[in-house]
Every structure is written in structure tokens, then in C-alpha cells.
């Protein structure tokens, strides 16, 4: 099986106590099958401390919401006891995450780990393929497969040599003539997508949209509500995150994408991209008008928070597709505005 992923996704390592926004923290953590027998077979102690803080398969959080075997000093006790190669399957995975596609396995580092977030925002995107030992998966349709990873290519290649503005009008053009195709049984790339006239984007109905999606953190609807007043304000050079902002939009679109070999919605998922390149950018405008300052330290940060709130709750992405057609803000043509100069 061919296993791809970006390059930068052998440099992550976990930077465990000095993480900001612990993973081992807020989450309900699903122990995998053979992890739990393994430690319902640990004796001593430790093994009377691991069957006392797990039942029905899953951690039981302490009244913080902590992970019961999270030490004081933020470092996990099971990794220190009983070694790496015995965390669970979602603890040895997360940040990571994977997609299958018939013979092709996917992979990356997600958005919503703060050092992940650094490396995906300091790091070139490139793709790197490896011969892995794996059962298939069941097949997709490989046609279609194709296609769609033809066209995620020449969306790769715009967005790292065209303007942020004239990549981000380019994919939406080319996924709404591509949609239309598909939509009718065409498998067919577009070779001069029409260019559609963007139009005043609704920003203000952007924020409200977001405003109703289900908060992680209690944090995060008051600061997404204060971000929705400096709509309009620019401060410095906007351009100064065009690099750092490419990189998100290479992020989403090698993230999702690829998905719509599942059921045929490309233009959704573009719009995912070219949305959250939106929102992304504008809050670091903000955080740099509030403070003056919004450096890579900064940007990852707030990316992961975006992240986190979006992408790690499927209600919110699945209401995010649905939108992109339902509201007249997601519209092709507004969201176009959002970019156009
Ligand atoms: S969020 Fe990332 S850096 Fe922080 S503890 Fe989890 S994996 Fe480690």
C-alpha cells in the first residue's frame, strides 16, 4: 500500500509538559480494545490504579477534566510506567490523523495541537510517498479517485505560486464548475472554469453562522464574538500572513479534499478551506490590532484554537458543508468577495 503524507509529518514530537492546551485535558478518551485488556493484565500498584481510573473502556476525567493518569507536572504516568509503545490508539495517534482510499493511505498532523500547528505553518508542503505493509482498504472509486487528486494537485500547485487572493478565487471557480459536472455524471477537470463575479462577501453573517456552531471551549464564543468588531479594520500589512495563510489553505484542502471520493461534494469542502483561511486570517488581524503583535507563535496558536473549535467536532464541520450551500454568505460568489482586492 502506498502511504502518503506531508513531509513535515515525521518532524512532530510532543512537547508534553510544555503544551498550552494538553489533549490529555477536555477530552473523553476511548481506550481501543487490545490497550484495555492489556492493562486489565497489569498487576502490582500500578495495574490496581489503572482498573480504579478506567471504566466502560475509557479514562474516567477528574473533576478538572483531566486525564486521571496526567501527573502534576503534565506528563502522562502510563508512558513513564509502562512505556510509549502501551498509550492507547487515540494517545499514540492524536495529533495525527488518516484516510483511506482504496491501495492509498493518507496522513497528516492536525491543526488543533498547538506544536503541529507551528510545524504546519513553518514547514514547506510537500508530499512524501512510502510502500507500507497494510491490508487495503476497500476500494473507492478509482476513477473518480483520480481525477479529484489530479485537480487537489493544481489546487496544491496554485495556492504555492499564485497571490493568496487569485488562488483562493481560482479553487472556488474550478470546484463549482467541477460540482456542477460531477452533479451530473461528468468526470471531467474544467480546463478554463468560468470566473465567476464575486460580490460584496457578508462577513458580519460569516461570525453570526460561526456564533451558533457548538463551542469546545468556554472561551471561545466570546472571543469569536469581540473578533466579529474589528470586522472591516486592517491594521499594518495583511500581507505579512499571505505565506503563513497558504499554508492553512494547503492544510484543509489536503485534509478534505480528497473525502469527496466518498460521495461526489468537492465544492463544500473548498469552501471549508477557503472559509477557515478567512476566519483564520482575520483573527490574527485581530489579535495584532489588540496587541500589536501577531507573530508565528501567535498564528499557530490561534490556528490551533480554530482548529480545535471547527475541526474536532464533527457536528461543526458537517454544519460548516451544509451551510456552504444553504447560506447566501457561503455563496461562490461572496466568498470570492472575501479574497478579491
Ligand atoms: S496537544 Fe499536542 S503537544 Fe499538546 S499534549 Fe497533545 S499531542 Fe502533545
Redesign the pocket.
Known amino acids: 500500500m502506498i502511504y502518503r503524507t506531508p513531509d513535515y509529518y515525521s518532524k512532530f514530537r510532543?512537547?508534553?509538559d510544555?503544551?498550552r492546551?494538553?489533549?490529555?485535558i477536555g477530552w473523553e478518551i476511548d481506550i481501543d480494545a487490545e490497550t484495555a485488556d492489556y492493562y486489565n493484565s497489569i498487576g502490582g500498584a500500578f495495574g490496581k490504579r489503572l482498573k480504579e481510573n478506567i471504566a466502560d473502556q475509557s479514562f474516567i476525567l477528574s473533576a478538572d477534566d483531566r486525564c486521571p493518569f496526567l501527573n502534576g507536572r503534565?506528563l502522562c504516568d502510563i508512558y513513564t510506567e509502562l512505556g510509549e509503545e502501551h498509550l492507547c490508539q487515540i494517545c499514540s495517534d492524536?495529533?495525527r490523523y488518516y484516510e483511506w482510499f482504496g491501495s492509498v493511505k493518507e496522513g497528516g498532523i492536525g491543526l488543533?495541537?498547538?506544536?503541529?500547528a507551528r510545524i504546519i505553518l513553518s514547514s514547506d508542503f510537500n508530499l512524501t510517498e512510502t510502500e507500507i505493509q497494510e491490508d487495503e482498504d476497500e476500494l473507492c472509486d478509482t476513477e473518480l479517485y483520480d481525477l479529484l487528486l489530479n485537480v487537489r494537485d493544481k489546487i496544491f500547485s496554485d495556492i504555492k505560486t499564485l497571490s493568496l487572493s487569485d488562488a483562493m478565487c481560482s479553487m472556488l471557480d474550478m470546484a463549482s464548475e467541477m460540482q456542477s459536472g460531477l452533479d451530473n455524471g461528468e468526470l471531467d477537470i474544467p480546463e478554463h472554469p468560468r470566473n465567476i463575479p464575486a460580490e460584496s462577501p457578508d462577513k458580519t453573517a460569516i461570525f453570526h453562522f460561526y456564533g451558533e456552531l457548538e463551542p469546545i471551549d468556554e472561551n471561545w464564543m466570546p472571543y469569536l464574538a469581540d473578533s466579529k468588531n474589528y470586522i472591516g479594520q486592517t491594521v499594518g500589512s495583511p500581507e505579512k500572513y499571505e505565506e503563513y495563510l497558504k499554508k492553512i489553505g494547503l492544510y484543509f484542502i489536503y485534509r478534505y479534499f480528497m473525502k469527496g471520493v466518498f460521495d461526489g461534494e468537492i465544492l463544500s469542502r473548498v469552501k471549508l478551506a477557503a472559509v477557515s483561511v478567512w476566519m483564520i486570517g482575520h483573527l490574527w488581524q485581530c489579535e495584532e490590532i489588540k496587541t500589536g503583535c501577531c507573530d508565528m507563535n501567535k498564528c499557530a496558536w490561534i490556528a490551533k484554537n480554530y482548529s480545535k473549535e471547527v475541526e474536532y467536532c464533527e457536528e461543526n464541520i458537517e454544519a460548516i458543508l451544509d451551510a456552504s450551500y444553504e447560506l447566501e454568505c457561503f455563496s461562490v460568489q461572496r466568498m470570492k468577495g472575501l479574497f478579491e482586492k
Open positions: 510532543c512537547i508534553a510544555k503544551c492546551d494538553s489533549c490529555c503534565n492524536h495529533p488543533s495541537c498547538e506544536e503541529a
